[in-house]
């Protein structure tokens, strides 16, 4: 059994910052991709950035430099540094990871519950 749980979101000020926080537990062979994504109400949920196993990074447009990805191997878990929050990025911040189980040896993809980013004008 594989779980994802993130923790870090909460209510900040315009122009402020949070970290998110995402660990994965279980039986757990390899970590592929570790991404995090948002959705906003009545929204799509998207990617806001992505990071390999080794350390490539990939970010969502209108993150625009304001955020960080980065990865723990050795700790199973993946951060999102998050500055100059505006308004706009009040969303659900969702964990997702491409993980290979020890057994079966076999990939797939997971969620986390999800942590409430709320940004206030």
């Known amino acids: 059994q594989v779980q994802l749980v993130e923790s870090g979101g909460g209510l900040v000020q315009a122009g402020g910052s949070l970290r998110l926080s995402c660990a994965a537990s279980g039986s757990i062979f390899r970590i592929n991709n570790m991404d995090w994504y948002r959705q906003a109400p009545g929204k799509q949920r998207e990617l806001v950035a992505t990071?390999?196993?080794?350390?490539?990074?990939n970010y969502g447009d209108f993150v625009k430099g304001r955020f960080t990805i980065s990865r723990d191997n050795a700790k199973n878990h993946v951060y999102l540094q998050m500055n100059s929050l505006q308004p706009e990025d009040t969303a659900m911040y969702y964990c997702?990871?491409?993980?290979?189980?020890?057994?079966?040896?076999?990939?797939?993809?997971?969620w986390g519950q999800g942590t409430q980013v709320t940004v206030s004008s």
């Open positions: 997702r990871a491409n993980i290979v189980g020890r057994s079966p040896l076999l990939e797939l993809s997971y």
């Open positions: 990071v390999t196993s080794g350390g490539s990074t």
